[in-house]
């Protein structure tokens, strides 16, 4: 795997190969949305087209994947790799929120996300998702893709599908709830002059 960072920019560049998958992903804090996503599962690329539209994230990302064993590798790797890319563009965390909450509806889905860019990974997730998959993205990788999302970030994430009946709805209220909270937790805040914390940092 190879990195590279701009602290000033905020952006970073992840380049992850497995012998499941190969990702190549670049990630802006401060964008708008901009960015082509190419997974090779459909439902997984509209996802993360929701994440940097609502997160004001500028987003390349391009996987190849053992798609004949099913989305799992590929999902998983992705988030990986989105991870370590905010982990790296976020730097020492220096003048952030840090804190991030929405809540978001989705016709009659509803999803909850709180965001704590803490350095100590941790997620709770609860979600009565129905079975099945969607543009070949099987529902119980929503859990696993905002978990390895959270341990890679070194973020504590706390997200809550509400109410709903529709997965393709309740998926994409989960997804867009994140992007909201964490645009909110890495945005600048203009008050704050250091690192957000007691202890000095938010790195470990």
């Not at 989705?106 to 965001?115: G, N």
């Amino acid at each position: 795997m190879s990195t590279n960072a701009s602290t000033d920019s905020r952006t970073a560049t992840i380049e992850r190969a497995t012998a499941e998958t190969d990702v190549r992903l670049t990630l802006a804090l401060d964008g708008s949305g901009a960015g082509a996503r190419a997974t090779g599962v459909g439902f997984l690329d509209h996802m993360l087209d929701l994440l940097a539209r609502h997160g004001h994230l500028d987003l390349d990302v391009s996987v190849r994947g053992d798609l004949q064993t099913g989305a799992h590798h590929t999902a998983e790797d992705t988030a990986i790799a989105l991870g370590q890319a905010l982990d790296r563009a976020l730097g020492e965390r220096a003048g952030i929120v840090r804190y991030g909450a929405a809540t978001v509806p989705m016709d009659e889905a509803r999803a909850s996300c709180a965001i704590d860019v803490s350095g100590r990974p941790f997620t709770v997730f609860e979600a009565e998702l129905p079975p099945g998959a969607t543009g070949g993205f099987e529902h119980e990788l929503t859990e696993e893709f905002f978990r390895a999302l959270a341990n890679a970030a070194k973020l504590t994430l706390h997200l809550r599908v509400e109410a709903g009946s529709n997965a393709h709805h309740m998926i994409e209220a989960a997804f867009k709830a994140f992007a909201r909270a964490l645009r909110e937790a890495v945005a600048i805040d203009p008050g704050e002059a250091g690192v957000p914390s007691t202890k000095g940092t938010l790195t470990a």
